[in-house]
């Protein structure tokens, strides 16, 4: 297995590589030269635990690493990290299957991969006899920063750069990230949106010059953001280990098609659940869950996607994207492996900020389903679940749930069901209470989780409570034209 690049001037990269770099050298992301199919009946596999059918799933992307490497990395990464054995309950509540998968460090699904990348980056850079220090840039909108840090502090040989909206990310999710400890981290608040400082970082992968006197200064830039293959396929695993505990569970027959739903931002997530569909994993209708930003639902439905407009701040944040990167891979996948398609289109969204695309990949658009849940559509079903399951969700899951039952309504189609639920209540603790009802009028945020936990009677996570009582580390802020001399600035150090 090799990795090519979507706009087509890199071929042939191994997985090791390819996940050092972290994007080609034309803006381009890496892809598989193939998706591989599972030569095996997924009853075979039924009995597996979450670390075997993930050494089994990324052997077939990461071919350059050996077995027991792999199985290192995957040992490392799920274990008590995690605060359950199942590393991702399935928990079924008003006729759905909830993929519970926040059960990490972070407690959001961003852990899923960040618990594993910084091993398996490890391991790639022996590998390639790399020598320099690794930089990770990271741009953030919420959950992907703090699950970065956690993964990277302090692992030698790597740095890790943070940069997240200052006014975009919930209370948790700030504290979460600038109290983070470990000498090789940083966190940059921007006076920008998440779009800003996705490009960024973008920009200073593309920024020759900087990237050739970091060179000489010994360091070498890699991204912990899902355009990195070592994000992404992580990812294809708790799908095939969802649809597996419902066949040992007996709730899904052999061959069952199953529809799911993801909550979608940077479309990191759901391309994972079309690369395991890709691979055989009997996955019927692809449900893209939008908020008020709903760019991604447009784009399924008209073919059209087109990035001029405000991003919205919304109670529903990690997916408060106007750009996803992800859906380069998708593009790349629908044309055909059209290279020079994919590069111009690119280009077009960088120019002039919409593309269109032809009515043949639109019909290869068929799998998925598009839609999105308002703020107020986001709370209600966070309430109505509430009421008549005694279930909380955050507020993605809750967006996932609400598309899901528009879906429902207007298909008609009752097939079998899994959300992918992305993060802990606890971590959106103030739009959850407000949702199921707690007067929240003059409380703090943690006073308001603590009573969100009373009136739910779930217990707050450990990462959680013990935040309040950490210190602020990290209280630097910059304006978006200056990420790049930030990141010089901590180098130097
Ligand atoms: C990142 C994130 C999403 C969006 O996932 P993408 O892979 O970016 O589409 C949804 N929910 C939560 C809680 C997240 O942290």
């Given at each position: 297995m090799f990795f090519n690049s979507t706009r087509g001037s890199e071929r042939g990269i191994y997985p090791s590589e390819a996940m050092i770099k972290g994007?080609?050298?034309?803006?381009?992301?890496?892809v598989p030269d193939g998706i591989p199919c599972i030569e095996w009946k997924l009853e075979d596999l039924m009995?597996?635990?979450?670390?075997?059918?993930?050494?089994?799933?990324?052997k077939k992307y990461f071919s350059d690493f050996e077995n027991d490497e792999i199985?290192?990395?995957?040992?490392?990464?799920?274990?008590?990290?995690?605060?359950?054995t199942d590393i991702v309950p399935m928990v079924e509540k008003v006729g759905v299957h909830f993929l519970e998968l926040y059960h990490g460090p972070t407690l959001a699904f961003k852990d899923m991969a960040l618990t594993i990348l910084p091993h398996l980056l490890k391991k790639a850079m022996s590998k390639r006899k790399i020598e320099k220090e690794l930089v990770i840039l990271t741009a953030t909108s919420g959950d992907t920063g703090k699950a970065a840090l956690e993964g990277f502090a302090n692992v030698e040989g790597i740095r890790i750069i943070v940069f997240y909206p200052?006014?975009?990310?919930?209370?948790?999710?700030?504290?979460?990230?600038?109290?983070?400890?470990?000498?090789?981290?940083?966190v940059i608040g921007i006076k920008g949106n998440f779009d800003d400082?996705?490009?960024?970082?973008?920009?200073?992968?593309?920024d020759d010059e900087f990237v050739k006197e970091l060179h000489e200064n010994g360091f070498m830039l890699s991204s912990a953001n899902s355009i990195n293959i070592g994000r992404l396929i992580p990812q294809v695993v708790y799908y095939f280990y969802g649809y597996l505990n419902l066949?040992?569970?007996?709730?899904?027959?052999?061959?069952?098609?199953v529809n799911v739903v993801v909550p979608t931002g940077n479309f990191g997530n759901i391309l994972s659940a079309y690369y395991a569909k890709k691979m055989g994993l009997p996955i019927g209708k692809l449900i893209c869950a939008s908020n008020e930003n709903n760019v991604l639902y447009d784009f399924l439905s008209t073919g059209i996607y087109d990035r001029r407009r405000e991003l919205k701040l919304t109670n529903s944040p990690s997916m408060d994207i106007l750009i996803s990167s992800n859906l380069e891979r998708l593009l790349y996948e629908i044309s055909g492996r059209d290279e020079i398609l994919v590069k111009e289109l690119m280009e077009k969204l960088k120019l002039e900020g919409k593309y269109i695309i032809t009515e043949k990949m639109k019909e290869e658009?068929?799998?998925?389903?598009?839609?999105?849940?308002?703020?107020?559509?986001?709370?209600?079903?966070?309430?109505k679940v509430y009421r008549a399951a005694d279930y909380v969700m955050d507020t993605h899951t809750a967006v996932a749930y609400s598309v899901y039952e528009q879906y429902k309504a207007k298909t008609g189609d009752n097939t079998k069901t899994i959300i992918a639920s992305t993060a802990s209540p606890f971590k959106f603790g103030k739009t959850v209470s407000k949702a199921v009802g707690i007067h929240i009028d003059d409380l703090d945020d943690f006073r308001i989780?603590?009573?969100?936990?009373?009136?739910?009677h779930n217990d707050i996570p450990q990462s959680v409570r013990t935040l309040e009582n950490k210190m602020v580390i990290h209280n630097n802020t910059c304006k978006k034209e200056e990420m790049k001399l930030a990141v010089q600035k901590f180098l130097n150090r």
């Open positions: 994007i080609a050298v034309d803006g381009g992301l890496y009995n597996m635990d979450y670390g075997a059918v993930a050494c089994f799933i990324m199985a290192e990395c995957v040992n490392s990464a799920y274990d008590d990290n995690f605060d359950t200052e006014n975009g990310v919930s209370e948790i999710q700030k504290r979460q990230m600038i109290t983070q400890e470990g000498s090789n981290t940083c400082a996705q490009s960024g970082v973008k920009d200073i992968f593309n066949l040992r569970n007996k709730k899904i027959q052999s061959g069952e098609t658009l068929k799998d998925f389903y598009g839609g999105y849940a308002s703020e107020a559509e986001t709370e209600e079903a966070i309430n989780i603590e009573a969100l936990s009373k009136t739910v």
